[in-house]
């Protein structure tokens, strides 16, 4: 069934720039701005309409990334993480409205972010970095791009990281050590995901989605968008969702022609999927 517009969650006053699943309330959505907050979003009506649960509000700057920390015994309910234009990370619950603890460390604006296994984080930044943290705690700085560190990934198997970078390339990284260089993107690399335990997708300013093993091979690439790609997501049931500058969401199965939704927005900076088999994405104006 192709997917429609079923609606629109309204209360940021500037852009959406990161959207991520909620670990709690269960189907709920995070969102992140450059009105400096981070809301979250949770569900009615089984699931066809969304309130405003929860705001957080203490960066200086805009918030370039937001992602969701999984629960622990300490954390029942989970953490969440926020990264801004103020060079600084932000770890919450939803218990409070203040951070429990703030990383510090990066130089730039932290624009990526992704939660491992036991408590861990991954940020990539301006800075031309990612780090690694464990709790408030910085354990691993990972350096070897040339310019801002755009998209971060954790592969689900083997302690594989992947930095995808302005500077073109994507690095997979383990150990702290840089094992490999990806090449064949002629622009920035803004966004990746996980597809296998081997195989993820990337998508970059040339207006290219490309999937790739860990091993190196390129396997395919995908062409459609008109503009720059912002952001990419792989869904549950199979296939993954691309968003960007020409203010269109694409839906993409197997080798054949994407959806293409055209949303009443104009730059769509990001994208994600619910377990549901949902699609959020985050705007200029809307999410």
């Not at 309204?10 to 852009?15: A, F, P, V």
């Not at 234009?85 to 624009?111: F, K």
């Amino acid at each position: 069934m192709p997917y429609k517009l079923s609606s629109v969650l309204r209360g940021h006053e500037l852009d959406v720039r990161a959207v991520f699943p909620g670990v709690f309330p269960e189907g709920s959505i995070l969102s992140a701005s450059r009105d400096r907050t981070t809301r979250v979003w949770v569900t009615e009506d089984g699931g066809r309409t969304y309130s405003e649960g929860h705001a957080f509000a203490g960066h200086k700057n805009f918030i370039s990334s937001v992602c969701a920390m999984a629960p622990t015994e300490n954390y029942p309910h989970g953490l969440i993480a926020t990264g801004g234009h103020d060079n600084v990370i932000l770890v919450w619950t939803l218990d409070s409205v203040e951070p429990i603890y703030s990383l510090t460390g990066h130089t730039d604006t932290v624009c990526s972010l992704v939660a491992g296994k036991f408590g861990t984080l991954l940020s990539g930044s301006w800075d031309k970095t990612a780090k690694v943290w464990l709790g408030p705690k910085c354990v691993m700085t990972l350096e070897g791009h040339d310019a801002a560190v755009w998209a971060v990934l954790l592969m689900p198997d083997h302690g594989l990281m992947l930095t995808g970078s302005a500077d073109k390339t994507i690095k997979l990284w383990k150990a702290g050590s840089c094992q490999s260089t990806f090449t064949g993107h002629t622009d920035c690399v803004r966004g990746l995901a996980v597809i296998s335990p081997v195989e993820f997708i990337s998508c970059s300013n040339d207006c290219t989605i490309r999937r790739w093993m860990t091993t190196g091979e390129c396997l395919q690439v995908y062409a459609g968008h008109e503009n720059f790609i912002y952001s990419i997501a792989a869904l549950s049931g199979g296939g993954f969702a691309s968003v960007g500058e020409d203010r269109t969401l694409r839906v993409w199965k197997g080798d054949s022609s994407p959806q293409v939704i055209t949303l009443p927005a104009t730059s769509i900076w990001a994208v994600t999927c619910l377990s549901n088999g949902d699609i959020v994405t985050g705007a200029r104006y809307s999410i």
